[in-house]
Nanobody
Framework: QVQLVESGGGLVQAGGSLRLSCAAS??????MGWFRQAPGKERLFVAS????????HYEDSVKGRFTISRDNAKNTVYLQMNSLKPEDTAVYYC?????????????????WGQGTQVTVSS
C-alpha cells in the first residue's frame, strides 16, 4: 500500500503563490501527480512527474505558472503554483501510480491523498 499526505493549501489572492507538498510512504511507485476538483466538476489532471527521471507533464492551462518537482530522499513531491487565478480554486489531490505509461485520467492512478483546499480570491 501507499499512503499520500498533502499539505500547503490555503487562501491566496489572485496573482499570489502557494506550494503544495505530498509526502509518500509505503511501497514504491513509478510516478506522482496532482489533480484538482472544483465544486460540481470532475477531477482533472494538473501535472505529473516520474520518480526516476524527473520527467514532467502539465495540463495546458497551468504551463508556465505551475511547477512540479520531487525530492527522492524525502519521498515528497511539490507543486509550486504561481500567478494563481480564481479559476484555480479547487481541492487539490496528490496521486501515485505504478504504471510507467503517461496517464492523465483519474481512473489510471492507483493511490490518492485526502486532498487540500486551494482558494484564490479575486
Amino acid at each position: 500500500q501507499v499512503q499520500l499526505v498533502e499539505s500547503g493549501g490555503g487562501l491566496v489572492q489572485a496573482g499570489g503563490s502557494l506550494r503544495l507538498s505530498c509526502a509518500a510512504s509505503g511501497r514504491s511507485t513509478i510516478a506522482m501527480g496532482w489533480f484538482r476538483q472544483a465544486p460540481g466538476k470532475e477531477r482533472l489532471f494538473v501535472a505529473s512527474i516520474m520518480w526516476s527521471t524527473g520527467s514532467t507533464h502539465y495540463e495546458d492551462s497551468v504551463k508556465g505558472r505551475f511547477t512540479i518537482s520531487r525530492d527522492n530522499a524525502k519521498n515528497t513531491v511539490y507543486l509550486q503554483m504561481n500567478s494563481l487565478k480564481p479559476e484555480d480554486t479547487a481541492v487539490y489531490y496528490c496521486a501515485a501510480r505504478q504504471s510507467i505509461l503517461l496517464r492523465t485520467t483519474p481512473e489510471h492512478w492507483d493511490y490518492w491523498g485526502q486532498g487540500t483546499q486551494v482558494t484564490v480570491s479575486s
